[in-house]
């Protein structure tokens, strides 16, 4: 296997949502590196990819800095780093992006393995526009904040689409009914993937009635078409 930074797709929820590609990547690296451990050694041990003794390399936002320096010293000394997030695909509000960053100002060779994406996926089902979308993240945790962070995204003639805790749905929905107007359609994708795997589409006035006071778990992607 070539030498390299290798950034490997990993499922949303489904196992089975892995490409061959992938897989080999995952049996050939010479370091394996992960944002959760334990879930990349599951899933390499659901698909009998065995580790034949390597161990994988805890990378995560809280311990970053101090572990870029020995992944960045593997890739110079020509070994291939695999790297994958918890889920979906490193980099897209995941970890990654400095050690992708630094990789390349390193000169080494970064390579992306495509698979599952939580946005993409949501924007497939959401029955939303997806000839021009915005992925923006996470919104920020504290209502005024937040409703700065959507006021900037009002006028984008795209179809937005956001990450949200579950804690904090349905304020989320409310200050969007509220800045980007009820009227506007939308979809909470909750678990894509998943056995409980739920789509709610409707407007925004609408799913902010609907979620405030309904209590809900799991991986949630919003959804919401352009203005008018």
């Known amino acids: 296997m070539a030498p390299g930074l290798y950034f490997v797709a990993t499922p949303l929820g489904n196992a089975r949502d892995i490409t061959l590609r992938t897989l080999d990547i995952l049996a050939s690296a010479d370091v394996l590196a992960a944002e959760d451990t334990r879930s990349l050694k599951r899933l390499m041990e ?72 939580a946005a993409i996926a949501a924007l497939t089902v959401s029955g939303l526009p997806s000839d021009r979308f915005l992925f923006a993240g996470f919104p920020p945790a504290t209502q005024s904040a937040r409703r700065s962070f959507l006021s900037e995204l009002a006028p984008v003639s795209a179809t937005l689409i956001l990450y949200e805790s579950p804690k904090r749905l349905s304020k989320t929905l409310a200050d969007c009914a509220e800045v980007l107007g009820p009227d506007r359609d939308a979809a909470v994708c909750r678990e894509l993937t998943k056995k409980f795997e739920e789509v709610s589409r409707a407007p925004l006035g609408d799913l902010a009635e609907m979620f405030s006071e309904r209590t809900v778990k799991g991986e949630i992607a919003l959804c919401v078409g352009k203005g008018e």
């Not at 034949?52 to 572990?67: K, L, P, S, T, V």
């Not at 992944?71 to 509000?93: C, F, I, M, N, Q």
């Open 46 to 117: 659901i698909h009998g990819v065995p580790l034949g003794g390597r161990r994988i390399i805890a990378y995560h936002d809280h311990n970053g800095a101090r572990q870029r320096p020995a992944l960045l010293a593997h890739l110079g000394k020509d070994r291939s780093v695999a790297y994958a997030s918890e889920a979906g695909t490193p980099l897209v509000a995941d970890p990654g992006f400095v050690l992708g960053r630094e990789a390349i100002a390193a000169g080494h060779p970064v390579i992306a393995a495509p698979g599952p994406v």
